[in-house]
């Protein structure tokens, strides 16, 4: 896995902190297993130059906003680092439709006409899933291999060496994930995961973007942008 990382320039301030997480005895088997199941000729997303895209694009020390996926989407051309986003050009999944549904109902911001949530990630926002990895059809194929612990890491470090970030824990997964956030140091939201099957249980409502907004202002730090550039504008 060390080697893995060199080879993608893993962000400094990221490795500064949880390089030494990639030694352990746990992480070196999940790098043979994926080289083993890479070998057996399964297809993993994202592509391995964008496993860690989250925290190439949100350094340590400007995440403001933390939003907990579970595992990376499985369809091809999807998944390109970042929880709930997918590639320009990739049909909008139905999670993230309802986060928009949510956005343009708490702040008036309208639907973006892409999935690419970039421009939040260049902002603060990490999008972080639990799991980094996943094969092509096959939801859920690497949970348990040893992401899960790594990216528990993550959240800790944050939780113990930051203050006043916001953290949106959405499904039961991400609020177990979320257990070790100290909610006096940090604001915690929750709510049911913007998944069509459970969207209407109280995430449509929930105003966890203007909630965010407005405790990141009372702290002294910029509001986050929700709205998206068009498509036609990205890179």
């Keep these: 896995m060390n080697e893995a990382v060199d ?3 893993l962000e400094p301030s990221w490795k500064s902190r949880i390089g030494d997480y990639l030694q352990r005895d746990d992480m070196r088997q999940l790098s043979a297993f ?3 199941r890479k070998a057996q000729g399964a297809r993993i997303f994202p592509p391995g130059p964008q496993i860690f895209s989250a925290l190439e694009a949100t350094p340590f020390d400007r995440v403001k906003v933390v939003i907990l996926g579970q595992d990376p989407y499985h369809g091809f051309g999807q998944a390109h680092g970042l929880c709930f986003s997918v590639q320009p050009g990739t049909a909008v999944p139905p999670s993230l439709e309802n ?3 949510e956005i343009q109902r708490d702040l008036g911001i309208a639907r973006p006409d892409h999935g ?3 421009h939040w990630a260049e ?3 990490l999008l972080l899933n639990a799991v980094l990895t996943v094969e092509e ?3 859920g ?4 291999k040893g992401w899960e612990g790594f990216t528990d890491c993550i959240v800790e470090r944050l939780n113990r060496e930051r203050e006043h970030l916001v953290f ?3 499904g039961s997964y991400a609020q177990a994930k979320g257990k070790v956030i100290d909610p006096r140091r940090h604001l915690v939201l929750k709510a049911p995961h913007p998944s069509p099957l459970s969207a209407h249980r109280g995430f449509i409502g929930c105003g966890h973007f203007s909630a965010a907004n407005a405790y990141l202002a009372r702290h002294g730090m910029a509001p986050i942008d929700w709205s998206l550039p068009p498509r036609a504008a990205l890179a």
């Design 7 to 9: 080879r993608i320039k």
């Design 34 to 36: 994926l080289r083993e």
């Design 99 to 101: 986060v928009y549904k």
């Design 116 to 118: 690419c949530l970039t």
């Design 123 to 125: 902002q603060g926002v």
């Design 137 to 139: 059809g096959r939801a």
């Design 141 to 144: 194929a690497h949970q348990g």
């Design 168 to 170: 949106m824990l959405w």
